[in-house]
């Protein structure tokens, strides 16, 4: 497929699209943290979509075919930066609020479009851009700042902004490293593969495994599993592989807007005014950076 550099109707779509399913998930993981310990949650996700992903390959008779030089090594690479992300992530939810904890992972387009500007061809900084990241990272800064009258959980901002560091590292492995080369099916393939024995390994670090699992839980893991697990993500290694990736992963912005929206209507979470203007700095950021 020819790369497109500029994002088009349908990448737009998508990405919205993307976005907005990105949104829900992070209320979806908060919630199934109720019946299941976050790491041992993100290590069922991550089997349960991978189990989808070779009954799809099947189904469609994909095969990995034969692999670039140096494809396997990053592709465990690419396995483990993907478990990093999620363990960050999902202990991050399972510690602080969807709305904190939203903001500050979905600041990863600030850190791609940073080292984008110095590793990618043609991703430099005009000085637009240079305003946006600046507005951007004011957000995360102010985000930090307010403790929301301390009951706010330095752990959990800490793990969202690491796992923001993972997720724009992937990007990054996925642009520089001969996984370049591959299909999206096939990378996926390899994240699913090896993060999902290395975060159930890992699960007992956060204490008991099982919680308190209601049939709603299990219905939310088999969401995450086809949804966002599976296909979600091989929509998003495809648009990453297709457009330009600071520009994708621009379009995140959406996702914090829309968490904090779901996080205060259907968690009951409180959103206090410097939470608002931390997201619309972040928010306003990330497109400016977005521009051509």
Request: charged letters at 10%; glycine letters at 8%.
């Amino acid at each position: 497929m020819e790369q497109k550099r500029a994002i088009d109707g349908f990448g737009a779509a998508a990405l919205i699209g993307f976005a907005t399913l990105l949104a829900f998930n992070q209320v979806v993981i908060k919630w199934t943290g109720s019946g299941f310990n976050p790491l041992f949650q993100a290590g069922i996700r991550s089997v349960l979509g991978f189990v989808v992903l070779v009954l799809w390959m099947a189904v469609r008779r994909q095969r990995l075919g034969v692999l670039p030089r140096g494809a396997i090594t990053w592709g465990v690479i690419a396995g483990l930066l993907f478990a990093f992300e999620f363990l960050c992530l999902f202990a991050a939810l399972d510690l602080g609020s969807v709305a904190r904890v939203s903001i500050l992972f979905y600041s990863m387009p600030v850190w791609l479009a940073l080292v984008a500007h110095f590793l990618l061809p043609g991703e430099a900084l005009t000085p637009i851009r240079a305003i946006g990241l600046v507005l951007a990272m004011g957000g995360v800064v102010l985000a930090l700042l307010d403790r929301d009258g301390g009951t706010a959980n330095l752990w959990a901002d800490a793990l969202a902004l690491l796992a923001a560091f993972g997720w724009a590292a992937i990007a990054l492995c996925l642009r520089l490293t001969p996984q370049a080369h591959v299909p999206p099916v096939t990378q996926l393939f390899f994240q699913l593969l090896v993060s999902a024995p290395v975060m159930l390994i890992l699960a007992p670090i956060f204490g008991p495994l099982i919680r308190d699992p209601q049939p709603i839980h299990y219905a939310s893991l088999a969401f995450q599993a086809v949804f966002i697990a599976s296909f979600g993500y091989m929509l998003w290694f495809s648009l990453i592989k297709r457009y330009r990736a600071s520009s994708v992963a621009s379009f995140s912005f959406l996702s914090p807007v829309l968490a904090v929206l779901m996080g205060w209507i259907l968690l009951g979470e409180r959103v206090g005014p410097e939470i608002w203007a931390a997201l619309g700095l972040v928010a306003v950021g990330v497109v400016l950076i977005n521009r051509k």
